[in-house]
């Protein structure tokens, strides 16, 4: 490779660890240089900075699935709802007490109880009444009244997308609703029994739209009109994308929680990585001298990036977390082992160093790509099947993961090109 192309990427390397180093460690730069790189921190878990807890109370009385589905359909919209990507690694229980039963979230890091409240949301409770009324051409809302209103069992637990649009004729913001498969025959029935009447639209028991079905709707769609704005309307689409509650809740507590392992169990995990890492490091260039070194400042770059990966998705740090990310270390390791070995036999085949770092990188790909797609498969079952937990783990997991790859193939293989036709790479023979 031509001394002009490993240049460039050396370059882009050295611009890569001064951005990531810097995005990790902005006080260094903007304390001594007078820079002014964003200072974000890092966002750690329940177990290590404690957060808040909220306990919210269900309404079950209107429910018509079994009781034990719609507690998990609400537990599943909950942690969808704080934890987007896996990276707020919220813990959302249900507990049951005799007849009724407790909806308990603790959000990692939020000593601010009004800021937890404020990240769960208010998730409108969507609902379709059908009404009775005996004179149809009276304004709706003088002619409702308790017994005007029948419950259906269609509700926002059966939405499947809202989106925004705007009447062709008076621009109005409108709301579509698509509804799931269950869902789209629920509505195909209360239309087809309420031809000419009215169908109402509650949004946490407010009538927002009481449209006339004219015919049976069998496309699972419904549209919501009203005296919306368009910022109105875009936050109605909004929270019921994020997740219609299957079941109303009401805020009934909520404090302030002490972190369960605390200051002393972080620092001892990450004395261990970093002890860790530095026998790791030494290791490698005493075994492989300076492939080893190469490696090693390629294993820095890899968690300088990595850090900022976690800072830039502002992923919650658990031990779990930690754990997985460690464990991605190993994986990194293991990919420039590979790689070594295969150019030791090409250096002992007698090719040239130039020769057996391309063939080595070659050779050893088959095995590094097939090693990190089968764990990278196994994270992804963990992630999607797994709880907050486990999904943190998984998550670090395979960041580290595709990070690893990213280290060994291009920054390990730049650093030896760096040494082809030096006199440091005696070791190789």
């Known amino acids: 490779m031509g001394k002009k192309k490993i240049g460039v990427k050396l370059i882009f390397i050295l611009i890569l660890v001064f951005f990531t180093f810097n995005f990790v460690y902005p006080k260094f730069l903007n304390q001594y240089l007078g820079l002014n790189f964003p200072e974000i921190p890092f966002k750690l878990g329940l177990d290590l900075v404690g957060g808040s807890r909220l306990?919210?109370?269900?309404?079950?009385?209107?429910?018509?699935?079994?009781?034990?589905?719609?507690?998990?359909?609400?537990?599943?919209?909950?942690?969808?709802?704080?934890?987007?990507?896996?990276?707020?690694?919220?813990?959302?229980?249900?507990?049951?007490?005799?007849?009724?039963?407790?909806?308990?979230?603790?959000?990692?890091?939020?000593?601010?109880?009004e800021e937890a409240i404020k990240a769960i949301g208010e998730t409108p409770l969507l609902e379709f009444r059908e009404i009775e009324v005996?004179?149809?051409?009276?304004?709706?809302?003088?002619?409702?009244?308790?017994?005007?209103?029948?419950?259906?069992?269609?509700?926002?637990?059966?939405?499947?997308?809202?989106?925004?649009d705007f009447d062709n004729e008076t621009l109005e913001p409108i709301v579509i609703l698509e509804f799931d498969k269950e869902?789209?025959?629920?509505?195909?029935q209360i239309t087809s029994r309420n031809v000419d009447k009215p169908l109402a639209i509650f949004i946490d028991n407010n009538l927002i739209s009481s449209p006339v079905v004219r015919e049976p709707i069998s496309s699972g769609r419904a549209q919501?009109?009203?005296?919306?704005?368009?910022?109105?309307?875009k936050k109605l689409v909004n929270s019921l994308n994020a997740?219609?509650?299957?079941?109303?809740?009401?805020?009934?507590?909520?404090?302030?929680?002490?972190?369960?392992?605390?200051?002393?169990?972080?620092?001892?995990?990450?004395?261990?990585?970093?002890?860790?890492?530095?026998?790791?490091?030494?290791?490698?260039?005493?075994?492989?001298?300076?492939?080893?070194?190469?490696?090693?400042?390629?294993?820095?770059?890899?968690?300088?990036?990595?850090?900022?990966?976690?800072?830039?998705?502002?992923?919650?740090?658990?031990?779990?977390?930690i754990a997985g990310a460690i464990l991605s270390i190993g994986m990194a390791v293991d990919a420039n082992v590979l790689i070594f070995a295969r150019m030791k036999e090409e250096i002992k085949k007698?090719?040239?160093?130039?020769?057996?770092?391309?063939?080595?990188?070659?050779?050893?790909?088959?095995?590094?790509?097939?090693?990190?797609?089968?764990?990278?498969?196994?994270?992804?079952?963990m992630f999607f099947l797994g709880t907050s937990f486990i999904q943190g783990f998984a998550l670090t997991?395979?960041?580290?993961?595709?990070?690893?790859?990213?280290?060994?193939?291009?920054?390990?293989?730049?650093?030896?090109?760096?040494?082809?036709?030096?006199?440091?790479?005696?070791?190789?023979?």
Do not use: H
């Not at 391309?358 to 797609?373: C, E, M, Q, V």
């Open 243 to 321: 997740g219609a509650l299957p079941v109303p809740i009401k805020l009934i507590s909520q404090e302030t929680i002490a972190p369960s392992l605390g200051k002393i169990s972080l620092e001892k995990s990450l004395k261990a990585g970093f002890f860790g890492l530095l026998g790791i490091i030494l290791f490698m260039i005493c075994y492989y001298q300076m492939a080893g070194l190469a490696a090693s400042l390629s294993l820095l770059v890899y968690g300088l990036i990595l850090l900022s990966l976690f800072k830039l998705f502002s992923i919650t740090l658990t031990l779990a977390g």
């Open 224 to 233: 919501i009109t009203g005296n919306f704005t368009p910022e109105e309307a």
């Open 183 to 188: 869902g789209k025959e629920l509505f195909k």
């Open 350 to 381: 007698g090719d040239s160093f130039s020769r057996a770092i391309d063939i080595g990188f070659k050779r050893a790909w088959p095995s590094i790509r097939d090693g990190n797609l089968t764990t990278l498969i196994e994270a992804m079952i």
């Open 397 to 429: 997991t395979s960041l580290g993961i595709l990070v690893s790859m990213f280290s060994a193939i291009f920054i390990t293989q730049t650093f030896l090109e760096i040494f082809i036709g030096s006199k440091v790479r005696k070791q190789d023979k």
């Open 134 to 164: 005996k004179d149809l051409n009276a304004p709706l809302r003088s002619a409702i009244n308790p017994s005007d209103l029948k419950p259906t069992s269609l509700t926002g637990q059966y939405l499947k997308k809202a989106s925004l």
């Open 55 to 113: 306990i919210y109370e269900t309404d079950l009385s209107k429910v018509e699935k079994t009781k034990t589905e719609a507690l998990s359909g609400l537990r599943d919209v909950i942690e969808k709802r704080v934890n987007i990507l896996g990276v707020r690694e919220p813990i959302v229980r249900i507990q049951e007490i005799g007849g009724s039963a407790r909806l308990m979230v603790e959000l990692a890091g939020i000593k601010n109880v």
